[in-house]
Nanobody, 123 residues
């Protein structure tokens, strides 16, 4: 499967954005999916993830209560709704998937990855 992320942009603190990640070339429901982000000079970090049929979600503490992950298997799409954005959320955001994998925050084992979509939060 190939992943294509979109929806990034430049916003002000407190604004919202929704990222999308469209999968193609495979059976989307076979994949556990997640969002990661990477700011300049920092390691890639887990944002959140969702299991194959959406039954379980997992979030990083830094985004709990502000970000919501969902997926629509009929549309082969993963979403990340980001509310109450903060400057520290500024990063390139990546979607990733693993076949029949356990939902874990470690980026190792996730393959494939989409290209990053940049989110910049600044006043």
């Amino acid at each position: 499967v190939q992943l294509q992320a979109s929806g990034g942009g430049s916003v002000q603190p407190g604004d919202s954005l929704r990222l999308s990640c469209v999968a193609s070339g495979g059976t989307f429901s076979w994949y556990t999916t997640a969002w990661f982000r990477q700011a300049p000079g920092k390691e890639r970090e887990f944002v959140g993830g969702v299991t194959r049929y959406g039954g379980t979600t997992l979030y990083a503490d830094s985004v709990k209560g502000r970000f919501t992950i969902s997926r629509d298997n009929a549309k082969n799409t993963l979403y990340l709704q980001m509310n109450s954005l903060k400057p520290e959320d500024t990063a390139a955001y990546y979607c990733a998937a693993k076949t029949f994998g356990v939902l874990v925050p470690n980026p190792a084992g996730y393959d494939p990855w989409g290209q990053g979509t940049q989110v910049t939060v600044s006043s």
